[in-house]
C-alpha cells in the first residue's frame, strides 16, 4: 500500500469514523459550550441578571448566522477538496481552499457592517425593554465588529477535517474555549484588577476565544496541511469554484442559518405567552445545541469520508460511511435524551433559574428531547446528501425540519396555550412533530439518491 495515500481511502470505516469523528464531536460541542458558558456567568450579574439572560437570548440568532455562513462555506469547500483529492488534483484542492478564504473576507465585511448599522433595529424588533435593549445592543455589536475570529476559523476548520487532520482543528477549537471559559469571569465581574465589564465582559471573552482558534488553526493549515498549495494566485475569485463550493455549502448554512431564523421566529412567537418563556427556551436551546452539535461534528465526519469515496468511486466504502456514519450519530442522541431526562432541573439550576421561569426550562427539556433521535437521523442524512452532491434534498430537510414545520406548528399552539391557559408544555410538541415528519421525507430522499447516484 502506498503510504502516502489518504487515511479516507484504506482504514477500516469503523476506525476511521471514530478517528475523524471523536475530534469533531468534541469540537462541535466545545464551540456550543462558547454560549453556555457565557450564559451561567451572566445569569450570576447581580441585579439583572435574568435580564441579562434575554438579552443574549435575543442576540443569539445572528452569532448562529455567523456560525452558519462560516461553517457552510467551510463545509462546501471541505467537501470540494475532499472530493478533488480522492480525484489527485492538488491543484484544484488548493484553488478551492483559496477561494474559500477570498469569501470569508467578503463575509466578515458583511458582519461587519451589520454590526456597525444594524444591531439596534434588529435588537428592537424582538423587545421594548430597554435595559435588555441596551445590553442586547451593547453585546451583539462587539460580537459582530470582531467577528473574523470565527469566519476564518470556520474555514480553517473545515479544510483541516477535509484532508483528515481534525485533531489539529480541535486542538484550536480547545484553545480558544479555554481562553473563553477564563476570560469570561475576570472580565464580566471585574477580577484581577479590571473593570467590571458584565455583558461587554462576555462579548470580549468570546471574541477573543475565537480570534485565538482562528491563530491556532492557521498555524496548523499552513505546517500541516501539506496536501494543500497556498498563495496569493489562489485567492482569486473564480465563479466556476464559488459556485461549486456553494452547490454543497450553500444547503448546510441554510440548514444553520434556519436555526437563527426559526430562535428569532420563536422569540416572536413565545413572547405571546411571556418573557419568561423566551428566557426558558433560549436557556433550553443552548443546552440542546451541546446534544445537537455533537450530531454536527458526525455529519461534518461523514461528509468528507463519504465524499472522498465518492471522488474514487468506491461504493463499498461509501455504503459503509453512510452505514456507521447513521448508527453513531443516534447513539449520541440517544445519549443526549438520557442526559436530559435526568438532569433536567439540575441544568436549569445551573443558570441561576428559579420559579416558573425554571419550571418551563425544564419542562421544555424533557419534551423536546423526545425529538432528538429524529434530529440525529436528519442531520446524519443531510451530511450524506451533501457529500454525494445532492444539496437540494439536503436543503428540502433543512426547510422543513426548522422552518416550514415548527413555526406554523409553533404560532397555532402558542394560541392554544394563549387562549385556553393551558400550560407552556403544549408547545415544546412542536419540536416531536416537525423532526417526525422531516426524518421520513429524509428516508423517502435517502433511497431515491442511492438509486441514482449508487
Known amino acids: 500500500m502506498n503510504q502516502k495515500e489518504n487515511k479516507m481511502s484504506f482504514m477500516p470505516m469503523n476506525k476511521l469514523m471514530l478517528t475523524m469523528g471523536i475530534p469533531m464531536i468534541l469540537s462541535m460541542m466545545l464551540q456550543a459550550l462558547y454560549n453556555i458558558v457565557d450564559s451561567i456567568f451572566v445569569g450570576g450579574i447581580a441585579d439583572v441578571g435574568e435580564s441579562a439572560l434575554n438579552a443574549l437570548t435575543l442576540a443569539f440568532p445572528v452569532q448562529m448566522l455567523m456560525v452558519a455562513v462560516g461553517i457552510g462555506t467551510g463545509v462546501g469547500m471541505g467537501a470540494v477538496v475532499s472530493m478533488r483529492l480522492g480525484q489527485k488534483n492538488q491543484e484544484q484542492a488548493s484553488h478551492t481552499a483559496g477561494n474559500a478564504f477570498f469569501l470569508a473576507i467578503v463575509i466578515y465585511i ?99 476565544g475565537q480570534i485565538v482558534s482562528f491563530a491556532v488553526a492557521a498555524v496548523f493549515h499552513f505546517k500541516k496541511n501539506v496536501e494543500i498549495k497556498n498563495g496569493l494566485s489562489y485567492l482569486k475569485p473564480s465563479l466556476q469554484t464559488i459556485k461549486k463550493i456553494y452547490a454543497i455549502g450553500l444547503p448546510a448554512i441554510i440548514a444553520q442559518a434556519l436555526m437563527s431564523v426559526m430562535t428569532y421566529g420563536l422569540n416572536r412567537i413565545l413572547v405571546r405567552i411571556d418573557e419568561s418563556v423566551v428566557t426558558a427556551y433560549g436557556l433550553f436551546y443552548k443546552i440542546q445545541q451541546f446534544i445537537l452539535f455533537a450530531a454536527f461534528g458526525l455529519r461534518d465526519t461523514i461528509t468528507p469520508i463519504v465524499s472522498y469515496n ?87 430537510v433543512s ?56
Open 110 to 208: 458583511v458582519f461587519l457592517l451589520f454590526g456597525v448599522f444594524g444591531v439596534k433595529a434588529y435588537i428592537q424588533s424582538q423587545t421594548q425593554n430597554a435595559l435588555i435593549i441596551d445590553m442586547a445592543v451593547t453585546y451583539l455589536r462587539i460580537c459582530c465588529i470582531w467577528s473574523f475570529g470565527i469566519v476564518f476559523f470556520s474555514v480553517f476548520e473545515k479544510l483541516l477535517q477535509s484532508t483528515g487532520k481534525s485533531v489539529y482543528s480541535t486542538a484550536a477549537q480547545v484553545s480558544g474555549a479555554v481562553v473563553n471559559i477564563i476570560l469570561d469571569p475576570i472580565l464580566i465581574y471585574g477580577l484581577l484588577g479590571l473593570p467590571k465589564l458584565g455583558v461587554s465582559g462576555a462579548a470580549y471573552a468570546t471574541i477573543i
Open 310 to 396: 465518492y471522488g474514487k468511486n468506491d461504493k463499498e466504502r461509501i455504503n459503509s460511511g453512510i452505514k456507521y456514519g447513521l448508527g453513531y450519530t443516534l447513539c449520541i442522541m440517544l445519549i443526549g435524551t438520557l442526559l436530559l431526562e435526568l438532569f433536567a432541573s439540575p441544568f436549569s439550576s445551573a443558570f441561576g433559574l428559579s420559579g416558573s421561569t425554571k419550571e418551563i426550562c425544564v419542562s421544555a427539556m424533557r419534551i423536546i428531547s423526545i425529538s432528538f433521535v429524529f434530529a440525529g437521523a436528519n442531520i446524519a442524512y443531510q451530511g450524506v446528501f451533501q457529500a454525494l452532491g445532492a444539496g437540494l434534498e439536503s436543503l428540502i
Open 399 to 454: 426547510v422543513c425540519r426548522q422552518f416550514l414545520f415548527v413555526i406554523p406548528i409553533a404560532w397555532a399552539l402558542s394560541g392554544v396555550a394563549v387562549e385556553n391557559a393551558v400550560n407552556t408544555w403544549v408547545v415544546w410538541l412542536t419540536f416531536i412533530i416537525a423532526e417526525v415528519l422531516s426524518c421520513i421525507i429524509s428516508v423517502v430522499f435517502m433511497k431515491r439518491i442511492r438509486k441514482r447516484k449508487l
